[in-house]
């Protein structure tokens, strides 16, 4: 049996835009499986309500999870416990990501480096209740005791509980969307186990300076902490600027 999505997660399944709906649901649902959002043993809502939080037809969304279904992303439960649910593994990839270029790499990297470094400060000037600092902890626990496979899940969501103390629906939305992307980068790279240790320090600082309402410092050690990410992909992915300079996020 696993888990029933959380209020927490259901705020994420936000309605599409309708240009392209099936293919919108799939990539709204296939967002929150990478940001670990939806997490592995996570059950969907039932349909009726999947479909009402998406703003689609429940025709739609049979054939988005169908295709999901198919490529391994979710699962589906008969009996007492049933339901759809997402997959404990991950799809294995189907071959080589192709190498995006500098320009797709920098635009992810200055967006990030723009929303993150200012959703860190607007929650260290927020008034935070005991469940949103107990929210920011725990999650920070889970990406320091994530073991490799699950990492960066685990950290995508750290990040997007920060702009969450916001109070913003719309921030909130952005960092999650620029995660992604930042994500998907990350998926062509290796993990460095001195890298997430270093990352490790560098959330706690953040959390730090956010618990005790420096604003000044959460921003400024989220950029830190967004450069090394910065480096790490220009150098694996080849796309470093001629000037040898970084976007700064």
Do not use: W
Request: glycine content about 8%; charged content about 25%; overall charge negative.
């Amino acid at each position: 049996m696993g888990a029933e999505l959380s209020e927490g997660a259901a705020r994420f399944l936000r309605p599409v835009r309708h240009g392209n709906a099936f293919e919108e649901t799939i990539e709204r649902l296939l967002q929150n499986i990478k940001l670990g959002v939806l997490a592995a043993g996570d059950k969907l809502p039932p349909e009726r309500e999947l479909a009402d939080l998406l703003g689609v037809s429940r025709a739609t969304l049979r054939e988005a999870l169908a295709e999901l279904q198919k490529a391994g992303y979710v699962e589906v439960q008969r009996g007492r416990y049933g339901g759809t649910y997402v997959s404990q593994g991950r799809p294995p990839e189907s071959g080589k990501l192709p190498d995006p270029g500098p320009d797709e790499v920098e635009d992810v990297l200055i967006f990030r480096g723009v929303l993150e470094p200012a959703a860190a400060s607007l929650a260290a000037k927020a008034r935070l209740s005991p469940s949103q600092r107990r929210h920011l902890l725990d999650t920070l626990a889970e990406v320091a005791g994530a073991p490799a496979d699950a990492y960066r899940r685990k950290d995508a969501r750290f990040h997007v509980a920060i702009a969450e103390i916001s109070g913003s629906p719309s921030l909130v939305a952005a960092v999650a969307d620029a995660r992604a992307r930042v994500s998907d980068l990350l998926d062509r790279i290796p993990l460095l186990e001195p890298n997430l240790e270093h990352s490790n320090r560098q959330h706690q600082k953040i959390v730090e300076a956010i618990l005790r309402g420096d604003h000044e410092e959460a921003f400024r050690a989220s950029e830190d902490h967004l450069q090394g990410t910065a480096s790490l992909l220009h150098g694996f992915l080849g796309t470093s600027r001629a000037d040898g300079e970084s976007p700064g996020a």
